[in-house]
Nanobody, 123 residues
Framework: QVQLLESGGGLVEAGESLTLSCTAS????????LGWFRQAPGKEREFVAA????????SYADSVKERFTISRDNTENTAFLQMSGLKPEDTAVYYC????????????????WGQGTQVTVSS
């Protein structure tokens, strides 16, 4: 059973950058598609980005394209979300998720989730 642990959240000002990490343990995470979702107060959890097991395929929400970059290091069992040009509307709890099936991750249907890390962007 793969377990996921996010880190790297914090408080930043608008326009600044932040990198989140998602470290996997307890299973064959190198075979997993990994993804990021976020949930702002009073809103539903929404898809942010995903990366295939060999990093040959990535996907982004329109709201973060050109600003966020997802990557992974399978030697470290870690996925990263580099966020630049942060906006106050990016404020949310960011969750890492993973599954063997790409679509399961991008639709947010995996049973494997981290506990989340808070990102707050001040204006």
């Amino acid at each position: 059973q793969v377990q996921l642990l996010e880190s790297g959240g914090g408080l930043v000002e608008a326009g600044e950058s932040l990198t989140l990490s998602c470290t996997a343990s307890g299973g064959a995470s190198s075979h997993y598609t990994l993804g990021w979702f976020r949930q702002a107060p009073g809103k539903e959890r929404e898809f942010v980005a995903a990366i295939y097991k060999d990093a040959r395929r990535t996907s982004y929400a329109d709201s973060v394209k050109e600003r966020f970059t997802i990557s992974r290091d399978n030697t470290e069992n870690t996925a990263f979300l580099q966020m630049s040009g942060l906006k106050p509307e990016d404020t949310a709890v960011y969750y890492c998720t993973g599954d063997i099936v790409w679509g399961t991750v991008t639709r947010g249907k995996s049973n494997t989730w981290g506990q989340g890390t808070q990102v707050t962007v001040s204006s």
